[in-house]
């Protein structure tokens, strides 16, 4: 069975750190680009970072570089998004979707990517 599992989430004090988990079962991740997406009430989910399978480069939102970073560890079929200096502003349920191996400027497109986990929530408060 084809499946992303999201983990790691949870409630976090502004300044804080959390790593989320994206872990893939039914298929290997080595071959799929994988991107974190994250979704407010009432709002459009929106690409916060990505990384190829063809070159290993990485892409983020404007609104998280230099305090999010995306990683992959093939061998556990896992990527993972460190998210450190969190701020409410990032509260929302966070996505992990596999496409394909690279992507351009339309990788934060919601559409273009293929296959989803769940989700897990991220709560930034004090």
């Known amino acids: 069975q084809f499946k992303l599992v999201e983990s790691g989430g949870g409630v976090v004090q502004p300044g804080g750190s959390l790593r989320l988990s994206c872990t893939a079962s039914g298929f290997t991740l080595d071959f799929y680009g994988i991107g974190w997406f994250r979704q407010a009430p009432g709002q459009e989910r929106e690409g916060v970072a990505y990384?190829?399978?063809?070159?290993?480069?990485?892409k983020y939102a404007d609104s998280v570089k230099g305090r999010f970073t995306i990683s992959r560890d093939n061998a556990k079929n896992t990527v993972y998004l460190q998210m450190n200096s969190l701020n409410p502003e990032d509260t929302s349920v966070y996505y992990c979707?596999?496409?394909?191996?690279?992507?351009?400027?339309?990788?934060?497109?919601?559409?273009?990517?293929?296959?989803w986990g769940q989700g897990t929530q991220v709560i930034v408060s004090s």
């Open positions: 990384i190829s399978s063809s070159d290993g480069s990485s």
């Open positions: 979707a596999a496409g394909r191996p690279w992507y351009g400027s339309n990788w934060s497109k919601a559409d273009e990517w293929h296959y």
